[in-house]
């Protein structure tokens, strides 16, 4: 029982020299200290749980104007930031302070710091791309509307509408972060150019035809030409006149057609069934030749 109490008595002065040393209260083996680092993450936690469901109200709205609605928010980039920054602030001046010189407690601090601007990000990085996605087809249009101008070039059009693209993407970045619309506008540059290209080649594929059809029209008034020389040669100098005729004979079915043409005449018999002949009566307006089945065409060629 000496040795034993020698031994307790030894201890327990080594323990109240090493807690005078170290500035820390004396404990008992055996025994944990209640609270300490897991308390102090707990109560973090809750503070940037409220955080976070104040924060989704705005974010929600937000969603269903984008989503929902498809409309651009043009200061999405700085009301992204707001709400990102005001919840930090709010954290810092909600949760309990960091105790001195607490290594473990300081490390549970700044992760739930990232924790709650990383679960904020994320939503409204998600309505960021959906936004870039549908001024970046506002664009295409302004580009396609634009390239059908002949006034303006497709080099212009491109300048233009992107443009426009980086204009408004801008306003819709959240600059206190790694968002970037450089992906999208890379996707929009190389669909013109792809339209740019494709509307080339069927221009071009339209000159070609014109051209072909050029050369055959010309090849065709060529051998016109030819033709003309040789009637020419073979029978002499064509007349200018042009002269046409036809005659029904009364009471029948047959046309006579007669024509005058470069020098050479020409006559048809037909037999041509009237489709008048009820309206006009048995014998028509008049008996013999007349107006009603006489008709005379003159050309003359200078």
């Known amino acids: 029982m000496a040795r034993l109490s020698l031994l307790t008595w030894m201890v327990a002065t080594c323990l109240v020299s090493f807690s005078k040393a170290s500035n820390t209260p004396p404990f008992c083996w055996g025994l944990v200290p209640r609270g300490g680092g897991s308390s102090f993450a707990s109560a973090c936690e809750e503070v940037k749980s409220s955080i976070i ?4 109200k705005q974010i929600e709205e937000m969603r269903r104007k984008i989503i929902d609605e498809g409309e651009v928010l043009s200061s999405f980039g700085e009301t992204a930031d707001t709400i990102c920054n005001s919840a930090l602030e709010e954290f810092a001046q909600s949760a309990p302070s960091v105790p ?11 992760k ?11 939503p409204l990085h998600v309505l960021y791309l959906k ?4 001024i970046r087809e506002k664009s295409l249009q302004q580009y396609r509307a634009a390239s059908k101008v002949s006034e303006t070039s497709d080099y212009e059009a491109m300048l233009q509408a992107d443009s426009q693209f980086t204009r408004e ?7 206190e972060s790694d968002w970037s619309f450089a992906s999208e506008r890379s996707h929009l540059q190389t669909i013109m150019n792809d339209v740019a290209a494709s509307r080339k080649k069927i221009v071009d594929i339209q000159m070609k035809n014109s051209e072909k059809q050029s050369t055959a029209m010309a090849f065709l008034q060529q051998q ?22 036809a005659y029904r004979v009364p009471d029948t079915n047959f046309n006579l057609q007669g024509s005058y043409q470069q020098g050479r005449a020409n006559l048809q018999l037909s037999c041509v069934p009237d489709e ?5 009566g048995a014998n028509g307006f008049t008996h013999g030749v007349g107006p009603g089945n006489l008709g005379l065409s003159l050309n003359l060629s200078v």
Do not use: C, H
């Open 53 to 56: 469901n104040k924060a989704n």
């Open 112 to 122: 739930k710091l990232e924790e709650l601007e990383a679960t904020l990000d994320a």
């Open 169 to 175: 993407a801008t306003k819709l970045t959240r600059f």
């Open 276 to 280: 008048y002949a009820p309206m006009l």
């Open 224 to 245: 016109q030409q030819m033709i003309q020389q040789l009637q020419m040669q073979l029978y002499g100098q064509s007349s200018p006149w042009n002269v046409g005729m």
């Open 131 to 134: 936004q870039l996605g549908l």
């Open 100 to 110: 001195s010189e607490d290594a473990v407690s300081a490390a549970s601090y700044d």
